[in-house]
């Protein structure tokens, strides 16, 4: 498969994961927040396994890749999913969607710890301007300036465990398929949080079964089948392909999504320093992520 074309798929499926933000949002006020992510996160989980099962994909692992498994599904399933979940039930999904807006600058971050990348000036400056972009954001607000958001900074939390996720899966095993990476994660990852959700919500299966709004239950397979499941799967696999810095760059357009859904469907009101924080965050990717240094490196070699 051609760039072209996984950059297109990883395109969509951040602007599923933008939409989902909102969706997610409505499911963690309709249901017992972590009962219902690990109900969402296994039938993305087994969906994913039916997907491999027809290509014919599923295969046991290794010891080491069992490790890998355990560890990125502690992270990206397991931290990501409650931190966001409960996050989402404690701040506006605008608010949400734009400090999610920051995973590729967390990732790059994590990249010069754990990877060695280049720490340059540049990066620094992309740093420094992403986090005072969520400063304004959680500190500031659509409503003037406040306390801080306990559920500002659970999203945030989740922003932090899903770039080390990233970086897990971008050392995993160049043996173990991406796509069969993110279905041993979710089903894991569920269980992890079927785990939590018996200690938190005694009365979270209860939330489930008692739900009969139609529309309620469609968006959770959407958001389990389409966002979930196979934005999981291609994006996972497009990390193994094209590497976890030009994968996470397309991340900067998750924000507008989750901010357009969230005017659309919730009529939730964005205000100056959400606009603000929301363009210091954009700042920052571009530079701290390398898309700058790059695309500068490439018209160097052009003049050359």
């Known amino acids: 498969m051609g760039k072209t074309k996984i950059y297109l798929i990883i395109f969509l499926v951040v602007a599923a994961w933008g939409f989902n933000v909102t969706a997610t949002k409505i499911l963690v006020t309709n249901f017992m927040p972590v009962t219902m992510t690990a109900a969402r996160i296994f039938v993305a989980g087994v969906f994913v396994f039916i997907f491999l099962a027809l290509m014919k ?3 046991r692992l290794t010891k080491r890749e069992w490790r890998t498994v355990i560890i990125a599904s502690l ?3 397991v931290g990501h999913q409650y931190f966001l979940s409960v996050g989402l039930t404690e701040t506006t999904a605008s608010n949400g969607g734009m400090i999610l ?8 971050i994590m990249a010069v710890i754990f990877l060695g990348n280049r720490l340059t000036l540049v990066r620094v400056v992309g740093f420094l301007l992403g986090l005072i972009g969520v400063s304004f954001i959680v ?3 659509s409503e003037g300036l406040s306390e801080v958001s306990i559920g500002d900074i659970h999203v945030f939390l989740s922003v932090l465990a899903q770039a080390i996720s990233f970086i897990i899966i971008a050392k995993a095993s160049p043996t173990l398929d991406p796509r069969l990476l993110t279905g041993y994660m979710l089903i894991i990852g569920s269980i992890g949080l079927f785990g939590i959700g018996l200690c938190l919500e005694p009365n979270g299966l209860d939330s489930l079964l008692g739900q009969s709004n139609i529309g309620i239950w469609a968006i959770f397979l959407a958001s389990a089948v389409i966002a979930t499941a196979l934005g ?3 994006y996972n696999d497009s990390i193994g392909k094209v590497g976890p810095a030009a994968t996470a760059i397309f991340l900067n357009l998750n924000p ?3 901010l357009i859904s969230a005017v659309l469907f919730l009529g939730e009101v964005i205000g100056f320093a959400q606009v603000l924080g929301f363009i210091l965050i954009l700042a920052g990717v571009f530079l701290g992520s390398g ?3 790059e695309i500068r490196r490439k018209r160097r070699l052009k003049q050359v």
Do not use: C, D, Q
């Open 57 to 59: 994909r599923i295969r």
């Open 75 to 77: 992270f990206s399933v």
């Open 101 to 108: 807006g920051t995973v590729p600058l967390m990732t790059a």
């Open 139 to 141: 500190i500031v607000g």
């Open 232 to 234: 999981h799967m291609f």
């Open 256 to 258: 507008f999504f989750a």
């Open 291 to 293: 898309a700058y240094e």
